[in-house]
């Protein structure tokens, strides 16, 4: 039998805060330099215009687009052209509310989203955003993929893989360096925990407030080995997974079968 494997390209950009055009821009370069056998592309969080703070929150309502808007649209077109699929998050609209949304952008044209469910109340996230009630789920090329946003990593229960539904967890982030021991900490306990692939990243950049943010990113194995390597200087980072050695793992060391049970109200 082959051996089904899903390459990852993190792409720890460096985001301009509240400079979409700027980000775009970035972003389409950062593409031609990916490559070619990638099948998977992850982005930070709100990548195209930076996390909502200070000034920004008084003209959110700029920022957001529907999904036909520009950044998905320039989505869809990298995508296609590239052979491969997206994932990260935009800030939205959603008639007259506002979500943090996750994506996930397919090639074939299929496309999948949901809303941060946590939203970041020390930030006033909370005061902006309508939170979300379902995690993102997929089935990409033989492999079961789920994803959180940023604050959603500190809360394992919304993170738990129950019955090995998902093989891969991604987690997108604008976590600054203030906490960034706690973001990497999280991503490799995710991992241990979950039995499942964690691959976390982050942005770069200083925000509004002059909050440095590293780019810290990785691909945690189900053994806590990060996987993630940086094989030039364009910053981007690339992993290879593969199915068959995490299915080997769980039938080896089946913890996911004594797990508790339990229903989110």
Known sequence: ML???LKLCLVPMEILWGDKDKNLKTL???FEKIHPETDLVVLPETFSTGFPSSDMQKKIKDFAETNDGP????LRKLSKEH???IAGSLIASEGDALVNRSFFIESSGDEYFSAKKHLFSPGGEDKIFQPGSKRLSVRYRGWNISMVVCYDLRFPVWCRNRNNEYDLLIAISNWPVSRIDTWDTLLKARALENSAYVC???CRGIDDLGGDYNGSSHVFNYKGKDLAVNVS???LLYAGLSLQRLQHFRDKFPSWKDADDFQLL
């Open 28 to 30: 389409e370069d950062l």
């Open 200 to 202: 976390g990243v982050n």
């Open 3 to 5: 051996e089904n494997k």
């Open 83 to 85: 052979h491969l699929a």
């Open 71 to 74: 950044t998905l649209s320039l």
């Open 233 to 235: 200087d364009d910053g």
